[in-house]
């Protein structure tokens, strides 16, 4: 039962992770239709920009919580501008022509990032400095809370909460979801469509930053292709809640990181990335909406 | 009947013309001709998946993988007793070839029935993530080798086999396309509400194009592994799939010729790089298949060769017979 815990605490802080990646995909698959392989070498762009940020200001010397704040906004910017840039020269110029361009384009921005990743970091990984001071926060028998769990697990909450407000109450929202809903018809009433896929891809890319340094405080190494595998279960993550679905993002993520955590304590590690795709194909076969999303008939 | 015969007389003579011709090319040049050929079967396979039936999938390699490994365990494990003289190993080697294609197409129904009923982009990352499980489950099978890789398989592959397979290939694609399940693949291309609309079983036509094209692919590894006498599972990592789906793009989707060429280009151009490579120390090869990638999506979409055929460039017609 304790180990039970155990798992299911170390479950839900990775799936809080999982699901703050996951809400790029579905928030970019929402207003695009484009499953942006990307995603997931934003979140190692957005570790690496941490860890230059981390060591330019001294924080392994002096491990705070302040300075976590300035390596998350810093990063969390950083791959902002990324995500700008790469819908801005990459995908963009495709609005127009058949999907299958945009998703080769997709995946070849991804390659681009983790081989040009691989030539200007080094292939090798990298430790990620302590940017936080460590420590256990409750002990009870076996179960151990620390206080980075607690970190991980309260900063993703902060975030979707954010994003939930942005998405729900401004006017910015409003207009994402309008776009979402038809980009013809949004720009007829006046919305600045680009603007606002622009905006939803920077909003995006920082929520995938954030997402690179709550990995690197909890298993602190960086390398190239970290984002690859994490983009994939995230990706799973989100189709497992319903692709498009915001809430449906931050349960499936939920749901895939507890099951992760599952399989490796009870079962083998050697699994842990094998399951990602079981799940995946056991949706395509049962539920293809997903737990949250709507099933859309084609309209011709 | 008769153009049928001319057919089969022309494949011989092609083949027989690249078995000729390997043999006064320099070993290397010989060498870089015989993988370029493997790799143009891969790219003939994939473009009837991603290129005729406009559906995008990443696990070629994972196809070939299945391949490879099932053809050296049959010809190793069970055939030996066939072996041993020239006439037995090409036997020997057909008879893996077939089980090989049998196999990697099963796996392609087995990869294909969840994904293709569906419409969308899934293709893709379900394909990309059995690419990489069936890596990982090769890695723990210690039978044939494991990490270790798969040694002593015997060296039977010739060039007069890859040339004939390839041309039969490219040769079937042509037919396929002529005929009425190829006209269906390419409404699906087009419109699949419409096709669906007009009768066409999109389902059925898509998995049925993509079990084709991963039996040949599981060829095409059955060949690749008779050549090198070694496979190990790198050899069939993401990154050999994404060559494939490079070979298709550059080459133009749909197009075989374009595909037979840019699997060329591709196969010479890293040796051609090779003195880049000792200057800089890095390997820029990804770097610049990723930015041809995205160039050719921006700037020229339809690839070198768009959807037509080198005769159908040199004879001067402007569409492709197919595109109308």
Redesign the interface.
């Known amino acids: 039962m304790e180990s039970f815990l155990q798992l299911l605490l170390n479950g839900t802080a990775l799936g809080s992770i999982y699901a703050l990646i996951a809400l790029g995909y579905t928030m970019v698959y929402g207003i695009l239709r484009l499953i942006n392989f990307a995603h997931g070498d934003i979140v190692m762009v957005g570790a690496y920009a941490g860890l230059f940020t981390a060591l330019a200001i001294g924080a392994p010397a002096h491990p705070t919580f302040g300075n976590f704040c300035v390596v998350l906004i810093a990063a969390m910017a950083a791959s902002a501008l990324l995500g700008l840039a790469i819908e801005r020269f990459a995908y963009r110029p495709l609005r127009n022509v058949p999907r299958l361009n945009l998703l080769i384009t997709a995946v070849g921005v991804s390659l681009l990032l983790e081989n040009l990743g691989q030539v200007c970091f080094g292939a090798t990984p990298r430790v990620f400095p302590e940017i936080m001071p460590s420590m256990t926060l409750i002990q009870y028998g076996q179960i151990a809370v620390t206080n980075q769990q607690v970190t991980v697990f309260v900063t993703s909450l902060f975030l979707m909460i954010v994003l939930e407000w942005i998405v729900l109450k401004t006017k910015l929202g409003r207009a994402m979801r309008a776009v979402s809903f038809s980009h013809e018809i949004a720009s007829l009433v006046g919305i600045p469509t680009d603007k606002i896929v622009a905006f939803t891809f920077a909003v995006g890319s920082a929520l995938a930053a954030a997402a690179g340094i709550l990995i690197c405080i909890s298993y602190p190494r960086v390398d190239p292709l970290m984002g690859v595998m994490m983009g994939l279960k995230a990706f799973v993550a989100a189709v497992l809640g319903g692709i498009g679905s915001i809430r449906g993002a931050v349960v499936g993520g939920l749901l895939m990181g507890i099951a992760e955590a599952m399989v490796v304590g009870y079962g083998s590690s050697t699994y842990r990335d094998a399951l990602a795709f079981a799940i995946l194909i056991l949706i395509l076969l049962f539920k293809p909406a997903g737990l949250f999303g709507k099933y859309q008939p084609e309209k011709v | 009947m008769r153009s049928n015969l001319k057919w089969v007389l022309i494949l011989l003579a092609v083949s027989l013309a690249a078995q000729g011709l390997t043999a006064v090319l320099p070993p290397y040049i010989a060498q870089l001709f015989i993988l370029a050929s493997i790799n143009a079967v891969l790219a003939v396979s994939l473009n009837l998946v991603n290129g005729l039936s ?1 559906q ?1 999938s ?1 696990g070629q390699a994972g196809f070939m993988a299945v391949g490879a490994y099932t053809a050296a365990s049959v010809n190793v494990f069970l055939l030996s007793s066939l072996r041993g003289n020239p006439a037995g190993d090409q036997i020997a080697l057909v008879i893996s070839l077939i089980v090989a294609a049998v196999a990697s197409g099963f796996v392609g129904y087995l990869v294909g029935l ?2 293709l ?3 969308g ?2 293709l ?3 394909t ?3 690419g ?2 069936i890596r ?1 489950v090769i890695l ?1 099978i210690q039978a044939v080798g494991g990490a270790r890789g798969f040694t002593n398989i015997p060296n039977s592959t010739s060039a007069f086999l890859v040339v004939f397979i390839l041309a039969l290939c490219v040769l079937l694609t042509h037919r396929f396309v002529m005929a009425s399940q190829g006209r269906a693949l390419l409404a699906i291309r087009e419109n699949e ?2 096709a669906e ?1 007009m009768g066409v079983n999109t389902t059925s036509y898509k998995v049925g194009a993509f079990v084709v094209s991963s039996a040949v692919a599981g060829v095409a590894g059955g060949l690749f592994a008779h050549y090198l006498s070694y496979i190990n599972p790198s050899s069939f990592d993401f990154m050999k799939s ?1 060559e494939i ?1 490079i070979m298709v ?1 550059l080459g133009g ?1 749909g197009s075989v010729s374009g595909a037979i060429l840019a699997a060329f280009i591709l196969t010479f151009l890293p040796e051609a790089l090779r003195p880049l490579q000792d200057f800089t120390h ?3 090869r ?2 610049i ?6 160039v050719m ?2 700037m020229r ?1 339809q690839g070198i060769f768009g959807r037509r055929e080198l005769w159908q460039i040199f004879s001067g017609s402007k569409t492709s017979k197919s595109a109308k």
């Open positions: 406009g995008f990443l969840p994904t009923r569906l419409r982009d899934y893709a990352i379900v990309l993530g059995f990489e499980i990982v723990n509400i419409a609309a994404v789906v793009v989707m890095v390997d820029l990804m770097v298949y990723s930015l041809l990638l995205i999506m921006l979409p």
